[in-house]
């Protein structure tokens, strides 16, 4: 299957690498705006670039090779990932009706872009044969995640979460805070409630999110009150089989912090140090009264959304029909939960 990337930033050029060692689907082309570094590396990377049509001159004239404009990426693609900034989304979306297109939508995106709003763990099988799919966010991937290999086993009665946002990605140098720590939105439930209902709607959720001056990962303090009673032990054998969810040992393993999760997985040789899985440190779980447990768990904002890309092309496409098909294939072509 071809596949544009249109947005080759911070989701975009992740997306194009996972894309490209997945057997059953191709890159033809990324797509960018301005003639920065990000352009020179997708071309040293022999991605084919496409620039809007009155910007070509401008890429030339820096020395940058470009394949054509946007439109010809797009009317070349099966399908296109849209991974522009937040509400560049929505206004392209003409652009892919007109062209006949499906498209995957981001987070940043208001759900309205999309036929649905998308977790392969949770909702892989109705997204089958959908024309328009927007991969939720960061935060909410993570809590899907959770919510979703917990509800398979034990059931959930409700969620709450308290979510510590990075401030900024490593790479942006305009926002913040820099000293603070932010009601980030100042009200209760935060977004991420929201989003986790538009993929689980049945699961009573309430979250509150603070952001503070860190561009590594967010972390969250989430307890979910079980439907059935439940051991740490129980909890810790499901985690351990569930796809995309990683335990670490804060104590053993001596990491007990994002900066020290962070170099595990430079050290690990990750590419750009992703870490694509759900982190839950083992040591946080908690079970009181037999149903309310309690855990600390760790997203890498970069990259968590990553594999759920790959899996809505297979979904909208059609190309497999079960979540855990897909999931195993783009799993086992990023290395997943291969981490010793
Ligand atoms: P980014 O700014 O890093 O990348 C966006 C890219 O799109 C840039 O390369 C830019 O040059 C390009 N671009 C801008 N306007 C364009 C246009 N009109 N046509 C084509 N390309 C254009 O942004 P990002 O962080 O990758 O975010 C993309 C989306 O992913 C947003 O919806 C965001 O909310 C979501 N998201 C971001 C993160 C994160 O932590 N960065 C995590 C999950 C989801």
Redesign the pocket.
């Known amino acids: 299957m071809k596949v544009a990337i249109?947005?080759?930033?911070?989701?975009?050029?992740r997306v194009a690498d996972a894309i490209s060692k997945q057997p059953d689907m191709e890159v033809i082309g990324v797509?960018?705006?301005?003639p920065?570094y990000?352009a020179l590396i997708a071309i040293k990377k022999k991605y084919k670039l496409y620039v809007?049509r009155d910007k070509i001159r401008a890429f030339e004239d820096h020395g940058i090779e470009v394949s054509g404009a946007?439109e010809e990426l797009i009317s070349r693609a099966d399908i296109v990932i849209d991974?522009?900034?937040?509400?560049?989304?929505a206004?392209?979306k003409d652009l892919y009706i007109k062209l006949g297109k499906p498209a995957i939508?981001?987070?940043?995106?208001r759900s309205e872009v999309a036929d649905i709003s998308f977790n392969a763990m949770s909702n892989y099988e109705k997204a089958l044969g959908k024309r328009y799919v927007r991969?939720v966010?960061?935060n909410t991937?993570g809590l899907l995640r959770i919510i979703s290999v917990l509800e398979e086993t034990f059931g959930v009665r409700s969620v709450f979460a308290t979510i510590i946002r990075?401030g900024a990605?490593p790479?942006?140098i305009k926002k913040g805070p820099i000293n603070a720590i932010t009601l980030d939105p100042p009200h209760i439930p935060s977004h991420h409630a929201i989003d986790v209902q538009r993929v689980l709607p049945h699961i009573p959720i309430l979250t509150v999110a603070l952001a503070v001056p860190t561009t590594l990962m967010h972390v969250h303090v989430v307890r979910i009150e079980l439907s059935k009673e439940a051991t740490v032990k129980d909890i810790i054998e499901v985690i351990e089989k569930a796809p995309r969810i990683l335990l670490i040992e804060a104590e053993k393993h001596s990491i007990k912090s994002t900066a020290e999760l962070i170099e595990w997985a430079r050290d690990l040789g990750r590419s750009r140090y992703d870490i694509p899985e759900l982190v839950i440190w083992r040591d946080t779980i908690s079970i009181t009264n037999g149903r309310k447990l309690t855990l600390v768990q760790g997203i890498h904002?970069?990259s968590?959304?990553i594999p759920e890309n790959v899996d809505a092309i297979r979904a909208i496409l059609k190309i497999v029909t079960k979540a855990r098909d897909s999931m195993r294939i783009t799993d086992e072509n990023l290395g997943l939960k291969r981490w010793w």
């Open positions: 249109n947005g080759f930033g911070t989701i975009g050029k797509s960018k705006t301005r920065n990000e809007p946007i991974a522009t900034p937040a509400g560049v989304g206004r392209n939508f981001q987070g940043g995106e991969v966010s960061c991937t990075r990605d790479k942006e904002q970069e968590i959304v």
